[in-house]
């Protein structure tokens, strides 16, 4: 997988690192399932659950390595 940015869809991140749910999880997004979730942008959770982007991603592209 290629560096996930502001823009990646979580829906495309879980398909190809489902690992990486329990960090999604521990910002309280924790209906990974219903379509909503699925369909946000990283930059959207993090705007919803009031999270930092850039270290939030930081934490996320330790999956694409």
Known sequence: ?????KETIIGDIL???PESAPL???IGM???GC???R???VEEACAVHGVDVESFLA???VYTK
Not at 1 to 5: A, P, S, V
């Open 1 to 5: 997988m290629e560096q996930i940015t």
């Open 15 to 17: 398909d190809i690192a």
């Open 39 to 41: 369909g946000e942008t």
């Open 24 to 26: 999604f999880m521990s």
């Open 59 to 61: 934490k996320l592209n």
């Open 30 to 32: 924790h209906c990974l």
């Open 35 to 37: 379509p909503a979730s």
